[in-house]
């Protein structure tokens, strides 16, 4: 009675791929809330030189004057922004701590970009950890220290703004590891036909950029922009919390994992994976493959025209459309809350033309792919040549940003495919090239647009955008491919072993294959069993 009881008790057990699951779509919505707290959190940090001066304006938006606050009181304001007013109540208390730094344009500029220098830096970094210390430790730690620069960046402020810069570039470097570590794991727990499905557990991010500004705008509002950094420092100490007591490398070191879930993932991904104990990452068969240069490349187009919408949109709404801040925050930030649902749905539907074999792997992975690049490339060419149209554009700007998501069915995901023993390293170099899109699609857009009200100079924005979205995707219609690539296995060595420092993965054991494993192909033997 007590073994059958147990029997049920661990049918009743939540599946430890379920808990991973979760553990990832909150990790990357953690990791990219703070992230981007400090573009919200400059409004406020930052004296507006603006402020007195005057000037012909495209939107007449007339700013009343507003009371100096004095430490306990509350105060209405209204603003009348494109002949429309609003009411804004600060309320209390309001902090005389809450300082404003004279910091110009260029030192905000250097603040925000020099996390995405050390996060492109960081990308091969974190796949060589991942093969030395494991996903648990890596993913973890790297959040960890990005949590603590959180707490740490209102102290720094106040010194100087180079050591906002240093924690910055800290964040970054830590939150470049997080990608490769958890590419690396996908490959021991997930089954291929589940892959697609799980990928979209990165897609958290997605609503960590939809909550950061709503979220920020209403700490600032009514406890300071120095809470900001505290909040969401504290939610990511919290975070690393679970992630310890509840993440594990393999199914093999899970203590909670149900025997028959341990069985079917070593059924199902045992034929991908095979013993990496020992083995080298190759480097140079990595720097010249193909495949892999294809998903940098094509990715590298998606990011672009995404971060048009993550980086320029707000400012784009606000000079042209005549957004105040409050309008700005959410329509800003719900395209993203919106593409989190979208990822699931692409996810799904990929999973589901592989299991019912309507399309071969590779063709699912082009498919979608294109899904995530032409349609978006289309679109925010279409927003550009719509001007103020604002109904339809905001229509047209919430379709593009949701199909972008469908990468995660797409390149994204092929990663996993052509490599699931070196997963993280695969990622790192195709992140490291893919990324720098992450930064110089804001230089590009700030050398095109010197008058921000010009929507001739916008179009020119959006015009880039739209012919490398595409044109990157016609690399990996031509070069892409799902088949495993031969230097994803070890050498054919049965002496190799794990005492070469360079070649040791350390703390992800794979599953050993011995010579006379019989696996599904070999059902038919196994009968009399």
């Known amino acids: 009675m007590e073994s059958a009881h147990v029997h049920v008790r661990d049918k009743d057990r939540i599946p430890a791929r379920l808990v991973l699951y979760f553990l990832s779509w909150s990790g ?7 992230r981007n707290d400090i573009n919200f959190a400059l409004v406020a940090m930052v004296q507006d030189p603006s402020a007195n001066t005057t000037g012909s304006d495209h939107c007449n938006t007339l700013v009343n004057d507003v009371p100096s606050l004095e430490e306990g009181d509350n105060y209405n304001y209204t603003l009348s922004v494109a002949n429309a007013t609003t009411t804004v109540l600060l309320d209390g208390p309001a902090s005389i701590d809450d300082i404003k730094f004279d910091w110009d344009s260029t030192v905000q500029a250097v603040i925000k970009s020099s996390f995405y220098w050390c996060y492109v830096l960081s990308q091969v970094v974190g796949g060589v950890a991942t ?11 790297s959040q ?34 997080t990608w490769p570590a958890m590419y690396a794991i996908v490959g021991y727990w997930i089954p291929p036909v589940e892959r697609s ?14 909550l950061t500004y709503p979220l920020c705008g209403f700490i600032i509002a009514h406890f300071g922009w120095r809470q900001v950094f505290y909040t969401t420092g504290t939610i990511g100490m919290v975070w690393c919390v679970f992630w310890y007591l509840l993440a594990y490398n393999t199914p093999q070191e899970h203590p909670r994992i149900t025997p028959e879930e341990l069985e079917y993932i070593e059924l199902n991904v045992s034929e991908d994976i095979k013993n990496g104990q020992g083995m080298r990452v190759p480097w140079r068969r990595i720097f010249t493959s193909m495949p892999v240069w294809a998903i940098g490349l094509t990715t590298f187009g ?16 606000q000079k ?5 801040i409050q ?28 299991d019912n074999k309507t399309l071969t792997l590779t063709n699912v992975r082009k498919l979608f792919t294109a899904l995530s690049q032409i349609v978006p490339g289309v679109l925010v060419l279409l927003v550009g040549y719509l001007g103020y149209q604002i109904v339809t554009v905001l229509i047209l700007w919430f379709i593009a940003v949701t199909f972008i998501t469908a990468s995660y069915a797409g390149a994204m995901a ?27 699609q804001p230089l590009v857009t700030g050398f095109m647009v010197t008058d921000s009200q010009n929507i001739n100079q916008w179009l020119h924005v959006f015009g880039v955008s739209s012919v490398v979205a595409i044109s990157t995707y016609l690399i990996y219609q031509v070069f892409g491919t799902a088949e495993i690539q031969s230097w994803n296995y070890p050498v054919s060595d049965p002496e190799v072993t794990s005492s070469d420092d360079s070649a040791v993965i350390a703390n992800q054991p794979m599953i050993k294959v011995e010579p006379g494993l019989k696996f599904d192909d070999d059902d038919d033997e196994d009968d009399d069993d």
């Open 197 to 210: 499905r799980f990928m979209s557990s990165f897609q958290g991010f997605s609503i960590g950029i939809g």
């Open 327 to 354: 309008q700005n925050g959410l329509l800003s930030g719900a395209p993203f809350l919106c593409s989190y649902l979208s990822s699931v749905l692409f996810c799904y539907v990929a999973d589901l033309l592989m």
């Open 144 to 177: 960890f220290l990005t949590a603590a620069c959180s707490l740490l960046i209102p102290h720094a402020a106040d010194l100087h703004y180079g050591a906002v810069i240093l924690l910055r570039s800290v964040q970054g470097f830590a939150s470049g590891l």
């Open 320 to 324: 042209i459309f005549c957004f105040d």
């Open 131 to 141: 093969q030395y210390f494991g996903t648990k430790n890596v993913f973890g730690w």
């Open 414 to 440: 092929n990663i996993v495919d052509i490599a699931p023993n070196l997963a993280g390293p695969v990622l790192a170099f195709a992140q490291t090239i893919h990324m720098t899109a992450s930064f110089l």
């Open 28 to 34: 990357f919505l953690v990791s990219f809330v703070m």
């Open 302 to 317: 998606r990011i672009w025209v995404h971060y048009t919408f993550i980086m320029s949109g707000p400012e784009y709404m």
